[in-house]
Structure formats: C-alpha cells, structure tokens
C-alpha cells in the first residue's frame, strides 16, 4: 500500500511542475530557426532579435541585426527594448532565451518569441 501513495504523490508533483511550466511560459510564442529566418525576411523592421548569449559567443557568429544583451545582464536593459515591436529572443540551445522571453512578458511584452533550439539549429546567414 505505501508504493501505492509514493508512486500518487510523485505522479503529483510531476503534474503540479507541468503545470507550473505552462502557466510560466503563457503568452510566449516559439518560434523554429526556419520560420524565424522567412518573418526576418519579409518582416524585420517590424521585430527586434535579443541574443542573449555571452559577448563572446555573439562574436563568434550571430543572426544579422540581432542586439547582444547577455542574460545577466538583461535586467538591467529589458527596459530599453520597445513594447511596440515583436522581440524574439535567441541563445545558443533555446534555454536562455526561454527564461528572457519570461522576463519580457513580466515586464509587459506581449510579442514575445523563443527561438527554439537557438543558434544550433540555425541554418541563416550568420554575421561574425
């Protein structure tokens, strides 16, 4: 009987985290590196991309236009994105991104994207 209720609670607590993770992520749209690069394409004025990896990976090749604001330091600058235009936000696994694009909807983005899989799945020109 008691394997029962270990096996209940933990089913629990997995539910309870799905849960937590959905509502943490609400509002924020994904966004693959095809799809990313076709919106860059015709629509680009119209976004701001947020490369949130270190200066020294930036540097090391990043999508054309994208800001570097690394990740910690992205706190101190979430203000000086514009709430007018979509912010897509890129890091090297999608990781990152993900928790900038949290950051963005709690200061009150609401055209917020994760570019999932980051700059490893990225197949665009890169600007070194």
Request: aromatic share 8%; net charge positive.
């Amino acid at each position: 009987m008691q394997s029962w209720i270990w096996v209940v609670g933990l089913l629990a607590a997995v539910v309870a985290y799905y849960v937590w993770q959905k509502r943490s992520n609400a509002g924020i749209q994904h966004i693959d590196a095809a799809s990313l690069h076709e919106k860059i394409k015709k629509t680009s004025n119209q976004m701001v991309i947020v490369d949130v990896r270190e200066p020294v990976e930036f540097a090391g090749g990043h999508i054309h236009k994208a800001k570097n604001i690394p990740l910690g330091q992205l706190p101190k600058h979430i203000h000086e994105l514009p709430t007018g235009k979509e912010l897509v936000f890129v890091c090297r696994s999608g990781s990152r991104s993900l928790r900038a694009s949290r950051l963005a909807m709690k200061h009150g983005h609401t055209a917020v994207y994760n570019m999932a899989g980051g700059m490893s799945r990225w197949a665009g020109p890169v600007k070194r």
